[in-house]
T-cell receptor, first 110, second 115 residues
Framework: AQRVTQPEKLLSVFKGAPVELKCNYSYSGSPELFWYVQYSRQRLQLLLRHISRESIKGFTADLNKGETSFHLKKPFAQEEDSAMYYCALITQGGSEKLVFGKGTKLTVNP | DAGVIQSPRHEVTEMGQEVTLRCKPISGHDYLFWYRQTMMRGLELLIYFNNNVPIDDSGMPEDRFSAKMPNASFSTLKIQPSEPRDSAVYFC?????????????FGPGTRLTVL
């Protein structure tokens, strides 16, 4: 089954510290992976996608097929990074759809 | 552009009542998605449409749930009869060219409480 696992429901770090939000996936083909973010009182929005190999707001994510992981990282967390983060996978074969992990709530303390 | 618009933002109803949630996608977007978010199950896709046609409704929980898209600018998600376990936040999202090739833009959600 195609599945996304985010093992941490809550993650708390101090401002300036590195942060890593974990995401593991289960998928038989070549995965297309995304990170979505929801800031307080804002809409869920795309943060980054692995095919773009981009850095958004200082965040990067590298696809590791050997470990089936797509962890989100930032070297120096900021208070405005506090949000709910969702890892997501596009499923293929038949109709495509986005499958989300259950999310990790990141709190960056001053 | 106001983005994806959902109404109502909050709905409180009693068990057994019919509930209708509404969504207006971003103009020009061909795909529309309905999601449900709960603490237990996270964010789940219920159904999605392409050019007003339902493509995948495998996530719809049961026959009490139905969704329609009568035209390119409007969709409804109906629950009849509603049950307390339907309490959740329901999101609508749209994309220009599909879940695979383009970003999904989410609405603010409708928080449904069934008493």
């Amino acid at each position: 089954a195609q599945r996304v696992t985010q093992p941490e429901k809550l993650l708390s770090v101090f401002k300036g510290a590195p942060v890593e939000l974990k995401c593991n996936y289960s998928y038989s083909g070549s995965p297309e992976l995304f990170w979505y973010v929801q800031y307080s009182r804002q809409r869920l929005q795309l943060l980054l996608r692995h095919i773009s190999r981009e850095s958004i707001k200082g965040f990067t994510a590298d696809l590791n097929k050997g470990e089936t992981s797509f962890h989100l990282k930032k070297p120096f967390a900021q208070e405005e990074d506090s949000a709910m983060y969702y890892c997501a996978l596009i499923t293929q074969g038949g109709s495509e759809k986005l499958v989300f992990g259950k999310g990790t709530k990141l709190t960056v303390n001053p | 552009d106001a983005g994806v618009i959902q109404s109502p933002r909050h709905e409180v109803t009693e068990m057994g009542q019919e509930v209708t949630l509404r969504c207006k996608p971003i103009s020009g977007h061909d795909y529309l998605f309905w999601y449900r978010q709960t603490m237990m199950r996270g964010l789940e896709l219920l159904i999605y449409f392409n050019n007003n046609v339902p493509i995948d409704d495998s996530g719809m929980p049961e026959d009490r749930f139905s969704a329609k898209m009568p035209n390119a600018s409007f969709s409804t998600l109906k629950i009849q009869p509603s049950e307390p376990r339907d309490s959740a936040v329901y999101f609508c999202a749209s994309s220009a060219s599909g879940a695979y090739t383009d970003t999904q833009y989410f609405g603010p959600g409708t928080r449904l409480t069934v008493l």
